[in-house]
């Protein structure tokens, strides 16, 4: 009898957590076990290691996919779109330094506009723009599977951008922005405000005719 209770008492252990709920150990070990099985090029391409620099007029940017896929497709279209998403960042870190010098040099206030936003609101307009400019060079694939037989995909592809063609969107997204701030400007009463928004819309015009420079 009293090993059929120390039975009954081992076996509630082992269904039973602290709080009364059933714990079931789903996990299959080495379930999340992956190697790579596959490459599409052998040794692996320096480029998907380090960013060649500007060459000819033409800017590099590498993407690779956020995480590794089941469809190799999948994985080709999430490296583009970090690809897309370095050249926005290039050229609205490029902006946003151009924009803090100028203000820092004319002593601009900023009580009405948000330096930030005006960034974000470029990086905005860029990563809408560039979706069919910036062009794939080159792809480099691997293939991985785990111990369940599932296969996955990661990928990385080399983009190219010309210089003139980043200049040219530069531009545009200044454009964007200066006439973003003209409506803002004549929705505002205050005329402090509005004289913010005069000097804010003055810079974009100087750094428009400055334009763009890569770093090369």
Known sequence: MKRFLMLLAVLSVAMYGCGGKTVLNTSIPGSSTEKPIWASQTPRPEWTVNVPEAEGGILSFVGVSEEKMAAEQDARKS???????????????????????????TGSSSDYIDPS????????????????????SKWYFEKYTNNL????????????????????????????????????RDQVSVQKAKQQFDDTIE??????????????
Not at 79 to 105: D, H, M, N, P, W
Not at 154 to 168: C, D, Q, R, T
Not at 203 to 216: C, E, R
Request: aromatic share 14%; net charge positive.
């Open 149 to 184: 037989k599932q296969d996955s995909w990661k990928a990385y592809v080399l983009s190219k951008f010309p210089i003139n063609e980043a200049e040219g969107a530069y531009k545009d997204a200044l454009d964007n922005q200066i006439e973003d701030m003209k409506k803002q």
């Open 79 to 105: 490296a583009g779109e970090f690809a897309i998403r370095e050249v926005v960042r290039y050229l609205g870190s490029f902006f946003s330094e151009e924009y803090k010098t100028y203000i820092s040099r």
């Open 117 to 136: 936003k005006a960034t974000q609101g470029v990086e905005d307009f860029l990563a809408g723009s560039l979706t069919k400019r910036v062009k794939p």
């Open 203 to 216: 810079v974009f015009n100087k750094m428009k005719a400055q334009g763009f420079k890569a770093n090369q």
